[in-house]
């Protein structure tokens, strides 16, 4: 089975520039996660959807930062104006309703110089 | 200023010994947990989880122990093997819908 689908794998561009982060999730799950990974700070949550719908983006930094989710089976994450403090590994991740597992992608790394 | 990383706890074994990682999570009404493994390069891997209505639960080679008294879980990995190396990080659901994640332990398995 296709796991979680995250695209680009790596992404390098300088600040100011817009950049999109794009995810397919498992099929037939309908939670759908977006995450932050730093040195500093860890994994941290940044927003999330059940059925498409955002329930909580009290995790997204401000407002450089906005998600969609258009349908089931892609979401993506764009920030805009980028800065260099946004350098970090972004994952997304899938869950099936209830109590079960999320299960991540392999994630974006992305470097803003 | 100089930044400073998180500093993760480092357990290091032996081939073929077994591995415990702690961890110790903060919401007594949280009712589901989990462990990921995370190697160099990809994103967390689901190896096992445990509700709160269970203390134990055993996978292939993995033990998952919880103790709600004292808000306790852990993660036993028997005849630990090189490809066991790699970050492990516990979850719990806090009943919101979402994870928080602890900050990690790394384990380093020597031949």
């Known amino acids: 089975d296709a796991g979680v689908i995250q695209s680009p794998r790596h992404e390098v561009t300088e600040m100011g520039q817009e950049v999109t982060l794009r995810c397919k999730p498992i099929?037939?799950?309908?939670?759908l996660f977006w995450y932050r990974q730093t040195m500093m700070r860890g994994l941290e949550l940044l927003i999330y959807?059940?059925?498409?719908?955002?329930?909580?983006d009290s995790g997204m930094p401000e407002d450089r930062f906005s998600a969609k989710m258009p349908n089931a089976s892609f979401s993506t994450l764009k920030i805009q104006p980028s800065e260099p403090r946004d350098s970090a590994v972004y994952f997304c991740a899938s869950r099936a309703a209830g109590n079960q597992p999320q299960h991540f992608g392999d994630g974006t790394r992305l470097s803003i110089l | 200023g100089e930044s400073v990383g998180l500093h993760l706890p480092t357990l290091s074994v032996q081939e073929g010994d077994n591995s415990i990682i702690n961890c110790a999570y903060s919401n007594s009404a949280s009712d589901y947990f989990i462990w990921y493994k995370q190697e160099s390069g990809k994103g967390p891997q689901f190896i096992i989880d445990?509700?709160?209505?269970?203390d134990k639960r055993q996978g292939q080679r993995v033990t998952v122990l919880l103790n709600k008294t004292v808000k306790h879980l852990s993660l036993q990995i028997a005849a630990t093997q090189p490809g066991d190396s790699a970050v492990y990080f516990c979850?719990?659901?806090?009943?919101?819908?979402?994870?928080?994640f602890g900050t990690g332990t790394r384990l380093l398995v020597s031949p």
């Open positions: 099929s037939g799950h309908n939670s």
């Open positions: 959807f059940n059925n498409n719908v955002p329930i909580d």
């Open positions: 445990i509700r709160s209505n269970m």
């Open positions: 979850a719990e659901n806090t009943g919101f819908q979402k994870l928080v």
